[in-house]
């Protein structure tokens, strides 16, 4: 489920709507998404599925609607394969991937998912990466307000091999890339600008 409140600033508090959202059993509803480009869409991504559900709210009904339901992972994988054979694990029992978090860029025109076990990757639904380590549990989208610096980074805290990489997303090209930097750390979870 995904239950959806409203803020009664008055109050302090939240007061329950009608508007959750029942997912199908199983899937594992994990990370929420949404743009002001897209003010009356919901992406919910689920961590056991690995699926993105899109709703769109309806304001006659008050209530979200299912709008398209689609796998977090991109066919296809851009760049080599992983110098690293523990970045390529098998797939799990279920035989796929785990979702982990959803972000989208600021002109809400790219959404990025990261998976783990399974193929640990980014995916842009254009095109996909290797994360550039183990169980990529979050990451963050990093944008240049200078529209002479189109290109858009990512960072990813790859939770089991201790490690934040960095990934260069090319608006022109529509490619993702793992660059070439790294930094230790213990079991990272999240990504936080500050």
Not at 30 to 56: C, G, Q, W
Not at 64 to 76: M, R
Not at 154 to 169: E, G, K
């Amino acid at each position: 489920m995904v239950y959806v409140y409203e803020l009664d600033r008055k109050a302090h508090k939240l007061q329950e709507t009608n508007r959750s959202i029942r997912l199908p059993d199983g899937s594992g509803p994990r990370h929420l998404a949404f743009s002001d480009k897209h003010p009356d869409m919901l992406f919910v991504l689920t961590e056991m599925a690995n699926t993105i559900f899109t709703y769109r709210f309806d304001p006659e009904s008050d209530k979200y609607i299912l709008e398209q339901q689609i796998s977090a992972v991109c066919d296809g994988a851009s760049g080599a394969s992983p110098s690293d054979p523990a970045l390529m694990q098998p797939p799990t029992a279920d035989n796929g991937s785990i979702g982990c978090a959803i972000r989208f860029t600021k002109d809400g025109k790219y959404l990025f998912v990261s998976s783990r076990l399974g193929y640990q990757s980014i995916s842009a639904f254009r095109c996909r990466c290797l994360c550039g380590g183990i169980t990529p549990r979050d990451f963050n989208v990093f944008e240049s307000d200078d529209p002479e610096d189109p290109d858009i980074h990512l960072l990813v805290a790859n939770q089991d091999s201790d490690l934040v990489t960095a990934l260069r997303f090319d608006r022109r090209a529509e490619k993702l890339s793992l660059l070439d930097m790294k930094m230790q750390a213990v079991k990272p979870t999240c990504i936080l600008p500050i």
